[in-house]
């Protein structure tokens, strides 16, 4: 509770009937110039001052904010509250009941250790789509998730009771992001402090980086690790600096024909261009009001693509109305209305704020637009998807001089030329794909498949063997999801349908949209083209697509296809959509369903035909296309305030399998030994209350060479736990059968598991493999250990055990934008439990950088223009860092000494290499994480 004002803010706001205790901005000099979000930041500051952790400097700082200057002035942010989705949510849910027993070890309060700020969880990261295509696929997918993730969800029903204020939406519910925009949001939160009922901004951070889709409403909030998920759960402020703002102007409107997903796509290749990342992005202008909340949702969603911390947009009516038609209570949305006027927050069209930069777009001017093959910003024009993709395909299929067609079952080799020769001329068949590089024949020809059903068909590189309507980017905006319903319905009465290869699923945000899609009847229609409901929950965009198509993945695994994946989400980095998928591609929901149509990436939607109509003539997507009256008609009739009311009045109670499920009780969770999912953390085993110092690094080895772009996808262990991996090994000695591997996400409560499946991805290049593999590297989770004779390759996490076991610590070596995606804490979680003590970059993305330091891993960069490779480092040496232990003086140096000594292992000649490394420790608070060896310990400390 604030304890100081300084600026003499507090006062009241009478709503109705109501009165409500508020901190003024106005109270603050240069208040009226400030942008939206530092606005909140500034009410915020105010509320919080303490005169200690928030002071009256921090506040004229911010009041009196320099636009033009770089960021250089802490402060601490205190959100609101903390949302959260399982797979990030479980691990802190088991860290708070593993600091519960530590308090007790260290003679403290178990019951101090509580959500301080009110915490929601939102499971919907575990259902996989195992079931297609068919009726009951819902039923079953939830029916196996139950089946897998028991252990789990008892252990959420336990933290449902033990914990106070924190909630959690059971199982088959909806998208975490969905159901904050449309139920938990408050957009002006009102809670009793002290006695006094207090209203101030609804802020948040949250367990997943597209926590950002709620800036959509006004919200200011982002994505951040678990573990700073955990300190904001116990009350420990956000440290951050002022940041710089970017204006995006809005003018005009969206054109006929041009998707909300395509403005997206739009504005991410836009901003990652300009250069976003550590920046608030802020929508502002005339145009600003004719954008539907929808449209904001799925904008504010994609700022973890741009870079941004946030994409705001501010109050207005819009804003409004969108809360009466998700069942808000009408005196919620009159304090949100009178709170945001007395405040400034609400929307002035006529009243430019400062902005560090500007940058501005015609909604007139977007296209339609897809983005691929391997990132959200690789953004291509509908127009030119063909030609690009004939470009792009040489990277990724093998090179065949052959147009040779191969029998999958009798291996046998026809000429495609030869329509003697195709068994029944088979139609349907992908279209071929020439890829004429001159290099070697290969395997990599079109393969003929044969279905269970005996039906044959060609498949070749670019087939679509995957296509989701999946992610709430897409899926909370009705006029996307109305869009691919009247496509459906269009294709079904032309009488096309899916191609045969092509797995398709419908993974709603929300039971609202199944509700809406019922009402008008497009769930028939989209169901006439096998896209099933398999489940409310991230499914696709996170990789949980299940198997696709049996004869498919056969096909595509021996006779490496290079096939493509359409989704309508926001994420399609290598390897993460399907281990059998080498392309992904993100798209609106109308696409997902004209690609499954297409059935490949090979494809021209202005001059190929999808197929034939019942009367033979051809059919192209222009004949099928839903009009934007003909969507907005059914928005207008089938979607309703009840409908919202209705799903979200029991949001917290779940099925009967949720209340069935047996549930331990007591302060103190009963860790059950022999589980393979949920196991005590082992953070805080020998801590003391006194600090260990912080030492320099010397004699560490190096673990990884890696280079550009290497994601939180890469570090972190995502998607399925592959046979004859460490984690599989681990998994099957403790009795587990492959068939209940279940996914690494689900898993994240077994740190034994997380820690075999750190830089285990199947896509990981570490260059310093080559030198034992004829110059080739190896993808997949493997290093040099040179504690073995000749340092062979090896598995990370062997090697790593074989470096602790002889008190070795290690390194990581990158290149630009590390640690870049989703805000996967396990990435820092599993680096530092590998025994890396230092990840030296050319550049970091903010969420990966701080939360190494909140897992006592400092993070350091190459001097600005080189990396480890024009340094003349390959890996082999022997590394140390000196100058850290001015951190015990309270110093943060600016600079560390960086030696890399040639090893036995390094090449003949080899000379040592050294360098001034520039720490990434950005703020004090960020310092004392790292001297208490993190931030748990940190806040640990703190509370005894």
């Given amino acids: 509770m604030s304890t100081v004002d300084s600026f003499g803010a507090k006062g009241t706001l009478t709503v109705g009937s109501t009165d409500y205790e508020i901190f003024r901005i106005a109270t603050v000099e240069g208040y009226d110039k400030l942008p939206f979000s530092l606005k909140v930041l500034l009410e915020n500051l105010l509320r919080t001052e303490d005169g200690a952790n928030v002071t009256k400097e921090q506040i004229q700082a911010l009041g009196s904010w320099n636009p033009d200057a770089e960021p250089d002035t802490e402060i601490q942010f ?3 509250r903390v949302v959260m989705q399982d797979f990030t949510g479980v691990p802190c849910i088991v860290d708070l009941a593993t600091m519960r027993e530590a308090v007790t070890a260290l003679g403290g309060d178990p019951s101090r250790i509580n959500p301080l700020s009110p915490a929601e969880m939102v499971i919907d990261h575990s259902v996989i789509a195992d079931l297609f295509g068919r009726e009951d696929a819902l039923e079953r997918n939830v029916e196996i998730e139950y089946e897998r993730n028991g252990e789990r969800y008892q252990f959420l029903r336990w933290g449902q009771t033990a914990f106070n204020d924190f909630k959690v939406v059971p199982p088959g519910t909806g998208i975490v992001h969905q159901v904050n925009i449309e139920h938990l949001a408050k957009v002006i939160y009102d809670r009793e402090v002290g006695g006094v009922l207090r209203a101030y901004p609804d802020t948040c951070v949250g367990t997943d980086s597209h926590t950002t889709m709620v800036n959509g409403l006004g919200v200011l909030g982002w994505g951040v690790g678990g573990i700073e998920a955990e300190a904001a759960m116990l009350g420990q402020p956000v440290s951050m600096l002022i940041p710089r703002v970017v204006g995006f102007k809005l003018t ?10 395509d403005v997206v796509l739009t504005i991410t290749d836009m901003l990652r261009k300009h250069g976003v990342v550590g920046k608030f992005v802020e929508f502002y ?4 009001a004719s954008v539907p909340l929808a449209n904001r949702a799925t904008i504010g969603n994609m700022s973890p693509e741009f870079g941004s911390t946030a994409a705001i947009f501010p109050i207005d ?3 409004l109305d969108y809360l009466r038609l998700t069942g808000r209570d009408e005196d919620a949305v009159a304090l949100v209305e009178a709170y945001a006027k007395e405040q400034a927050l609400w929307h002035d069209a006529g009243n430019e704020p400062n902005f560090s930069e500007y940058m501005e777009l015609d909604l007139s001017t977007v296209v339609p637009s897809i983005a691929g093959p391997k990132r959200p910003q690789d953004r291509i024009l509908l127009s030119e ?8 395909i040489v990277n990724y299929a093998s090179p065949s001089t052959s147009d040779d067609i191969v029998d999958l079952e009798s291996k046998h080799s026809f000429p495609a030329s030869d329509p003697g020769q195709v068994p029944g001329e088979e139609e349907p068949s992908t279209r071929p794909v020439h890829i004429n590089s001159g290099a070697p024949a290969s395997a990599s020809k079109p393969i003929k498949v044969t279905t269970p059903d005996g039906e044959a068909y060609i498949l070749d590189n670019g087939a679509v063997t995957l296509a989701a309507i999946t992610s709430c980017t897409n899926t909370s905006n009705p006029s996307v999801m109305i869009a691919a319903g009247l496509l459906a319905k269009k294709a079904v009465d032309k009488g096309l349908k899916r191609k045969p290869w092509v797995k398709t699923t419908l993974g709603p945000g929300s039971k609202v949209v199944t509700d809406y899609y019922e009402k008008s009847g497009l769930d028939k229609a989209l169901e006439g083209l096998d896209f099933f409901t398999v489940g409310y929950g991230c499914t696709i965009c996170i990789g949980n697509s299940g198997p696709l198509i049996e004869e498919v993945s056969a096909a595509i695994n021996e006779n490496d296809l290079a096939v493509t994946a359409v989704l309508s989400g926001n994420r399609n980095f290598e390897g993460r959509i399907s281990p059998d998928v080498k392309m992904n591609y993100l798209a609106s929901p109308p696409l997902v369903v004209a690609y499954a149509l297409a059935g490949s990436m090979n494809f021209d939607f202005e001059t190929d035909a999808l197929g034939k109509d019942t009367d ?7 004949d099928i296309w839903p009009s934007p009256e003909e969507v907005q008609q059914i928005i207008d009739t089938s979607i309703s305030r009840e409908q919202f009311i209705k799903q979200y009045a029991t949001v917290f109670d779940g099925d009967e399998r949720w209340q069935n499920l047996p549930t331990p009780e007591g302060p103190i969770f009963e860790w059950d030994a022999d589980s393979t999912y949920v196991r005590k953390a082992p953070y805080f085993e020998g801590m003391s209350m006194e600090l260990t110092p912080v030492a320099d690094i010397s004699g560490a080895r190096v673990m990884a060479t890696l280079g550009d772009s290497v994601t939180t996808d890469h570090i972190s262990p995502a998607g399925n ?26 898993r994240r409560g077994n740190h034994e598991v997380m820690i075999r499946g750190t830089f285990a991805n199947i896509r990981l290049k570490n260059e310093l493999v080559a030198a034992v593999n004829d110059g080739q590297i190896v993808e997949g989770g493997f290093t040099r250990d040179f504690t073995q004779e000749g340092g062979p390759q090896s598995y990370i996490y062997d090697a790593s055990m074989n470096y602790q076991a002889q008190g070795t610590p290690l390194v990581v070596f990158g290149g630009k934008e590390y640690g870049s995606g989703s805000s996967r804490d396990w990435a820092a979680k599993g680096t530092s439990l590998l025994g890396v003590k230092a990840v030296i970059t050319e550049s970091f993305e903010r969420i990966h950088r701080s939360n190494l330091i909140g897992m006592g891993v400092v993070p350091l960069q190459f001097p600005a223009g080189e990396s480890w490779k024009s340094l003349g480092l390959d890996g082999t040496e022997i590394v140390s860092i000196s100058g850290l232990e001015q951190l015990n003086e309270g110093v943060t140096p600016k600079t560390v000494h960086v030696t890399a000594a040639p090893s036995e292992f390094s090449p003949e000649g080899k000379q040592t290499v050294e360098f001034d490394a520039v720490v990434r420790i950005d703020t004090p608070g960020e310092a004392d994480y790292y001297r208490n060896g993190g931030i748990l310990q940190y806040v640990l400390r703190s509370l005894v």
Avoid: C, M, R, W
């Fill in 78 to 80: 205190t959100p609101a």
């Fill in 285 to 288: 202008g005339e145009g600003v």
């Fill in 385 to 392: 998807a063909k030609a690009q993709f004939e470009k792009d």
């Fill in 616 to 622: 033979g003539n051809d059919v192209f997507l222009k």
């Fill in 317 to 319: 009516d819009v804003t």
């Fill in 252 to 261: 005009g409107e969206i054109p006929a024909g041009v998707t909300a997903t």
């Fill in 721 to 746: 736990i592959k046979a004859g991996t460490p984690a599989a090994q681990y998994l099957t000695e403790h009795g587990v059968a492959q068939k209940d591997f279940n996914s690494y996400g689900s």
